[in-house]
């Protein structure tokens, strides 16, 4: 069974500062991978996915993430911090099975960002 | 193109009653999934569904069940509502089986069972 893990529930950083969120991941096989975003009260949007086609993928926001095969990461990063990033961030890998495409989230990481 | 839309967005049962929450797509997309989003567990998976007149259980599917009459639509029922349901459900869909496909998620139902 795939997995993935978090580490720090909770990060808050000053605006304009790098933002990083760690994310680990467990896979027999090559893992595709996700982060998504969700901010307050409101269903989760996708930041950017791992397909195996890069290893640096770029998504929204000016957010992207690196895929490391050797420490088994896919760690979030943004260079610069800003109000409107402050939300709650999951890190997913996918499992495609006979019954078909599902994602096993993490537990989240609550990004507060301060002035 | 309204994506991926839920009712209701918030429900308050008492312990017994029951209830089901209507998820509906209109991307044609052919998986469907029910999710339960609880304080520091991350999103679960209830059921799901690959398509039309299909249903299958995901991680934790005590207590609910699931219908896919219709391609866009996926409902989830609960018969006897208990306390430990009480949590926000999110559905999500999407386009194909692989895993590349990202699922987009609507906006999730708030229900409190007292």
């Known amino acids: 069974a795939q997995s993935v893990t978090q580490l720090g529930s909770h990060v808050s950083v000053s605006e304009g500062a790098l933002v990083l969120l760690r994310c680990n991941y467990s896979s027999s096989v090559p893992p595709y991978l996700f982060w998504y975003v969700q901010y307050p009260n409101q269903g989760l949007q996708l930041l950017l996915k791992y397909t195996s086609a890069a290893t640096l993928v770029k998504g929204i926001n000016g957010f992207e993430a690196e895929f490391k095969k050797s420490e088994t990461s896919f760690h979030l990063t943004k260079p610069s911090a800003h109000m409107s990033d402050a939300a709650e961030y999951f890190c997913a890998v996918s499992e495609v099975t006979g019954g078909g495409n599902k994602l096993t989230f993490g537990t989240g990481t609550q990004l507060k960002v301060e002035l | 193109n309204a994506g991926v839309t839920q009712t209701p967005k918030f429900r308050v049962l008492k312990t017994g009653q029951s209830m089901t929450l209507l998820c509906a797509q209109d991307?044609?997309?052919?998986?469907m999934y029910w999710y339960r989003q609880d304080p520091g567990m991350g999103l679960r998976l209830i059921h799901y569904?690959?398509?039309?007149?299909?249903?299958a259980k995901g991680e934790v599917p005590d207590g609910y069940n699931v219908s896919r009459l219709k391609k866009q639509n996926f409902l989830l029922g609960l018969e006897s509502a208990a306390p430990s349901q009480t949590s926000v459900y999110f559905c999500a869909s999407s386009l194909i089986r692989t895993s590349g496909n990202e699922q987009y998620f609507g906006p999730g139902t708030r229900l409190t069972v007292t």
């Open positions: 991307m044609n997309h052919e998986y």
């Open positions: 569904s690959v398509g039309e007149g299909t249903t």
